[in-house]
């Protein structure tokens, strides 16, 4: 897997691109044929709140992913795409799986028992009594 993290009319210091390579190395545990991860980070407007932008591809054997967040700062930018794309690819496994997450059972399922010792009948009344 090749991330590769660069800007756009700035420079991205080593702390960040380290950041950005870590973080994103995490979603190969969600599809493990990821070919290439390309990052890219810029600043948008004016220095105003939540300038800072970071787009990412992600690249597989077949599918491709992407998104765009907006943050305060860069870092906060590539933690809400690394939770977008997290949740792209789980919903991009489960519709490829063999059952949707809506038609599984439930692994354990208890039997509910009542129990109809404590109830008592008279004979002609219809109704129950408690004992």
């Known amino acids: 897997m090749e991330i590769k ?11 960040l691109e380290q950041f950005a390579a ?5 979603l190969s545990k969600f599809v493990p044929s990821i070919s290439t991860i390309d990052v890219e ?17 992600i690249m597989t054997n077949g599918t491709s992913f992407r998104t765009k967040t907006t943050a305060a ?14 949740r792209q690819m789980t919903d991009f496994k489960r ?3 063999a059952k949707p997450a809506h038609a599984r059972q439930p692994k354990t399922a208890i039997p509910a028992v009542l ?3 404590e109830f008592t009948t008279q004979p002609g009344d219809g109704q129950a009594n408690y004992a």
């Open 5 to 15: 993290v660069h800007g756009k009319h700035n420079h991205i210091s080593d702390s």
């Open 22 to 26: 870590e973080k994103l190395s995490r």
């Open 41 to 57: 980070l810029y600043e948008e407007g004016r220095t105003k709140v939540g300038s800072h932008v970071a787009e990412v591809a």
């Open 73 to 86: 700062d860069h870092r906060a930018a590539i933690d809400l795409a690394v939770d977008r794309l997290s």
């Open 95 to 97: 519709k490829t799986s």
């Open 115 to 117: 129990d109809l010792s």
